[in-house]
């Protein structure tokens, strides 16, 4: 945004009435945010994000007539700048990184406290990863990988990035906390990307934890 002051634009897509009430009146609360819309299930959702072209789309992934991943999916493949942030009940969820891997920025749970989901939406809509620390931790209980033979082995100070990378931290923090350049920095993520075979920041700190890299 041109205008760092304007606030964070936002589409909730969830099937309660309730949940997108409650949602609603949180962020309406706020002059940091403004809701443009919502819808009752992923197409819906997508149709929207297409025509009101939200920062921050919070999508919830078991809906009738249309699932959050199936939305993602489409988010993605439309290349809508919008960004994604995943709300679920469950920490449990096995969408968990088929959401992350379709495109989502972030997943985060709908008991997270207010101050966490403001921030949370801040941080996808400045495009940074963000993992509530529960799911962070469940997603290690996921089906894993094989461990990768040296090919798709990091190096300690690519697993060092990625861990910053997993926290939310932007290359210039990341860069400031490890004493190197930013180019440096994104050249470690090139490296890291390709070894995890990973489109994106989100999806590498998935695999990671899938893998057992991070946890």
């Given amino acids: 945004m041109a205008d760092h002051t304007a606030p964070i634009t936002l589409l909730i897509v969830d099937d309660h009435p309730v949940v997108r009430d409650g949602l609603r009146g949180m962020f309406a609360a706020s002059e940091d945010f403004r809701v443009l819309g919502e819808a009752a299930d992923g197409v819906h959702g997508v149709a929207l994000a297409a025509e009101l072209d939200p920062d921050v789309v919070l999508m919830d992934l078991r809906m009738p007539g249309g699932g959050g991943v199936e939305a993602i999916t489409e988010l993605t493949r439309r290349r809508l700048r919008s960004r994604v942030l995943v709300l679920t009940t469950y920490d449990t969820d096995s969408d968990t990184l088929p959401a992350i891997e379709a495109g ?31 799911v962070a ?13 040296g090919a798709t082995s990091l ?29 440096t920095v994104k050249t470690h993520l090139s490296h890291i990307f390709a ?13 990671a934890y899938r893998r057992g890299i991070l946890g």
Avoid: M
């Fill in 104 to 134: 989502a920025t972030g997943y985060l749970l709908k008991d997270a406290p207010r101050d966490e989901l403001f921030t949370a939406v801040s941080a996808a809509a400045a495009g940074r990863t963000v993992l509530s620390p529960a």
């Fill in 137 to 149: 931790s469940r997603l290690v209980t996921h089906v894993r990988t094989p461990a990768d033979d």
């Fill in 155 to 183: 190096s300690s100070r690519e697993q060092d990035v990625l861990r910053l990378v997993a926290e939310g931290t932007s290359n210039r923090e990341i860069a400031a906390a490890l004493f190197v350049s930013e180019a």
């Fill in 195 to 207: 070894k995890l075979g990973a489109k994106d920041r989100a999806a590498a700190v998935a695999t």
